[in-house]
Structure formats: structure tokens, C-alpha cells
């Protein structure tokens, strides 16, 4: 069974850092894009940060020189360090990833994480 397992998430003090963990597993035969979302209560999902499999990175706005999205391919895994963490910043994270496997390249989603940052 392919599937995407998040780690990471938690409470933690305006100013502080997490650190996120994605990890696919199953039978794949190669990752693209890895990404992170976040959804905050009554707003849609956002991108956060995506990188490809060559290790191109892309970040929103609103998180630039704050987070930094990493991939660790042989580990099948992309983290995000977070850092100076802003109460804005409160959200379930997904982490997203272009997998090919035995049904083609499907897109899956992590189970979600949640951040909370408190002021």
C-alpha cells in the first residue's frame, strides 16, 4: 500500500521552530514533486513550499526566509523547517507527492499534521 506518513507537527511559542517529516512508502518506483499545504480553520488549502525531484525549490510569500523545504531521496522523505514561527502560521499541513508506482504517477496526499503556534 503507497501512502504518505507525516510527523512533526505540534504546539509551540511564536518565535519557535518544528520541523515536519514526510515519508512515502510502499512500492514506488519514483517520486517528482514533494510538497507541503496548509489548511487554516475557514480558509482553502495553500501551498507552502514544493521542491522536484531534482531539488527546485518554490515557497509562498508569506514564508520566504522563514521555511526551507528539503528532500532526502533516498529516504523517500521531505521535511520542512520551520522557523520564527508566526501565530499566522496555525494550520493542519499536508504533505503532497507525485508518486509512480504499479497505477502510474498518481498524486497522494498525507494524513495531516497540526501546527499550532501560540502568541
Known amino acids: 500500500q503507497v501512502q504518505l506518513v507525516e510527523s512533526g507537527g505540534g504546539l509551540v511559542q511564536a518565535g519557535g521552530s518544528l520541523r515536519l517529516s514526510c515519508a512515502a512508502s510502499?512500492?514506488?518506483?519514483?517520486?517528482?514533486?514533494m510538497g507541503w499545504y496548509r489548511q487554516a480553520p475557514g480558509k482553502q488549502r495553500e501551498l507552502v513550499a514544493d521542491i522536484s525531484s531534482g531539488g527546485s525549490t518554490n515557497y509562498a510569500d508569506s514564508v520566504k526566509g522563514r521555511f526551507t523545504i528539503s528532500r532526502d531521496n533516498a529516504k523517500n522523505t521531505v521535511y520542512l523547517q520551520m522557523n520564527s514561527l508566526k501565530p499566522e502560521d496555525t494550520a493542519v499541513y499536508y504533505c503532497?507527492?507525485?508518486?509512480?508506482?504499479?497505477?502510474?504517477?498518481?498524486?497522494?496526499w498525507g494524513q495531516g499534521t497540526q501546527v499550532t503556534v501560540s502568541s
Open positions: 510502499g512500492s514506488i518506483f519514483s517520486i517528482s514533486a
Open positions: 503532497n507527492a507525485d508518486l509512480t508506482y504499479g497505477y502510474g504517477l498518481r498524486t497522494h
